[in-house]
């Protein structure tokens, strides 16, 4: 992963697309409960039929905690919301 991969910078983490993969690496502090907690809501979500990302990995890099799914180009559900909104 380097800076140029970068697509989206948080308070809290930092996504990266890669090979046809978002990358979702979290700040050191970030709580492990929390990145599970996070991997299980997307794992429901897709298992409940939602057309989104699929899970692939929960991982550490650089000793960050991180979640891997599967990038679908396209807008973000909010993108979708506001242009509803115009």
């Excluded at 308070?11 to 599970?36: H, M, Q, R």
């Excluded at 897709?46 to 990038?71: H, M, Q, R, Y």
Aim: net charge negative; with cysteine.
């Amino acid at each position: 992963m380097n800076d140029k991969n970068i697509i989206a910078v948080r308070n809290t983490k930092t996504v990266y697309k890669e090979d046809g993969k978002a990358i979702k690496v979290f700040n050191e502090e970030y709580l492990k409960s929390d990145i599970l907690n996070e991997a299980l809501n997307q794992a429901r979500v897709e298992e409940a039929g939602v057309n989104c990302p699929k899970l692939l990995e929960v991982t550490k890099i650089d000793n960050k905690w991180a979640i891997i799914s599967e990038f679908i180009e396209g807008k973000t559900r909010s993108e979708e919301h506001t242009s509803e909104l115009q």
